[in-house]
């Protein structure tokens, strides 16, 4: 039988994948991406250089608010936000062709022109076709993780989904941005 653990996030036993990066093992559920443990396999190593990270959300004022919180936190050296997934995509083989570092993409799930898991299949294609690392993916939505979902999730590794609800209250917003971004500095060890 297969190794199972318990995911918060699911609320069930699942089967889970083991992740070796920043000097740590991690082992995830395999359905959500959602850290079940972390062992500390090595010395961290300092990242001297920060990256670009990547925000795409049809919602002009949650764009914003990522981007405030993310500047604020200096997670990357360059933050850049987009209103559909095709933008997204666009900017990010743009900065692969520049041989520039992506240290996130934070995508929404639902956007016109291009939603966020054709834009993250995207981003994955074109990790394949320069032989790169996958960026880590951030889905931020008020979409409910189902199973079709959680298998996507598993496809996009690494991938995570946040829900940042669909309370209109934009305090409530503002408290799920900073729980995704306090989220996101603790995923990826940036300082």
Partial sequence: MED??????????????????????????????????IQKTKPHRINIEKGNALIADDSKYTRKMIQEILKEKNYSGHIESFEN?????????????????????????????????????????????QNISNVPIVFFSGVKADEDLKRKLEELTPSVYLNKSTDPDPDKLAKRIEELVSFILAEYERK
């Fill in 4 to 37: 199972t653990k318990y995911c918060l996030c699911c609320g069930d036993q699942v089967p889970f994948h083991i992740i070796e990066r920043h000097g740590k093992t991690e082992e995830r559920c395999s359905y959500c991406g959602f850290v079940l443990d």
């Fill in 85 to 129: 997934g095709a933008e997204l995509v666009s900017a990010y083989a743009k900065l692969l062709s520049e041989k520039k570092r992506v240290d996130v993409a934070i995508i929404d799930l639902n956007m016109p022109i291009m939603d966020g898991i054709k834009a993250a299949m995207t981003l994955r294609t074109l990790e394949v076709q």
